[in-house]
């Protein structure tokens, strides 16, 4: 990829204003990168709040109301209804339109928008950003600023979709983020041990400990240390978002999650049978991953894991 100049859309429709979409929003209009943005959202409420909010100029309740006109869409919803919304775009999009989609799982977008017909242009894109919090109050401008954005491009080979790659690439650093290129495949895998699993074993211990019925819930509250306390951070994500993303990426995840059953067996030997050697090593295997992910910029040292005492909000990777 070339292209380094910011790219700059004339018209940018937005499905889906939610935490992404309205971040996206936001980053497009703090550097410019768009005359005119339509926000495209089923709840009319939704739509209202984001226009309150200065977030979109037009609002749009369908997709073809929506979309005729931009020469960027953002499909910014969970991805259990991609297929439907390229079932959409193929009637209604203009030619030449540049696609993205910031959904978590690849492999179910790269093969909806396969379908698409060769004048538009989808480069499925995931923004590894996020919070717990949803809704068009949630974003902010800076969200993606020095994350990772993962492309997995199409198996095309036209000289117009590669330089659609290299603009979507180009938008993406101009929003702040560094941008990577992979296969979907690969990347769902990848996910599947960065963010699905954890998010899986948040929603589980959080169920988990509101069934220990000789734990009062009160007491769960008031005691919750900061391991707990993160745990719940994570598990407060929309629910319909990661619903949609292990329905998607079930098969990386079950992966995943044998090799995961595999390491608990091992630690809950090592705890029945007093076994201290094989624990230490597996907390010092912790300590220097940890220690990796500081060095790469991706968090910091500073205590309360680099987030404000006085609060607990910050980045969750998606």
Not at 30 to 42: P, S, W
Not at 79 to 94: K, M, Y
Not at 189 to 203: E, G, K, R
Request: hydrophobic letters at 45%; aromatic letters at 6%; proline letters at 4%.
């Amino acid at each position: 990829m070339t292209n380094q100049t910011p790219p700059h859309f004339n018209c940018t429709a937005i499905i889906g204003i939610g935490l992404i979409g309205s971040s996206l929003a936001l980053a497009l209009r703090e550097r410019g990168l768009a005359n005119k943005i339509i926000g495209i959202d089923q709840d009319a409420d939704v739509l209202a709040r984001a226009t309150a909010l200065n977030l979109i100029d037009d609002a749009a309740p369908s997709l073809k109301a929506g979309v005729s006109d931009a020469d960027l869409i953002i499909v910014a919803t969970p991805v259990g209804v991609i297929g439907e919304i390229v079932v959409g775009l193929r009637e209604h999009a203009r030619d030449g339109a540049v696609i993205i989609d910031a959904g978590s799982v690849k492999g179910v977008v790269a093969t909806a928008a396969a379908t698409l017909p060769e004048r538009l242009f989808f480069v499925p894109s995931h923004p590894v950003s996020g919070t717990e919090q949803s809704g068009p109050e949630a974003g902010f401008a800076t969200l993606f600023e020095e994350r990772w954005c993962i492309l997995t491009p199409l198996e095309r080979t036209d000289e117009a979709y590669r330089g659609a790659v290299d603009k979507v690439a180009a938008f993406w650093r101009a929003v702040g983020a560094d941008v990577d290129i992979m296969d979907a495949e690969h990347h769902d895998l990848a996910l599947a041990v960065t963010s699905h699993l954890p998010h899986l074993i948040a929603f589980t211990l959080v169920g988990a400990a509101d069934d220990v019925e000789s734990v009062a819930a009160g007491e769960v509250v008031k005691y919750s240390a900061g391991g707990f306390r993160d745990f719940t951070r994570i598990a407060a994500s929309d629910p319909v978002m990661w619903r949609d993303v292990f329905l998607n990426n079930r098969e990386a995840v079950l992966e995943v999650l044998g090799r995961f059953s595999e390491e608990l067996a091992v630690m809950q030997r090592a705890i029945r049978w007093g076994d201290g050697k094989a624990l230490h090593a597996a907390f010092a295997r912790g300590q220097v991953l940890r220690h990796a992910i500081v060095e790469a910029g991706q968090e910091t040292a500073s205590p309360n894991f680099g987030r404000d005492v006085k609060s607990d909000e910050g980045p969750e990777q998606t």
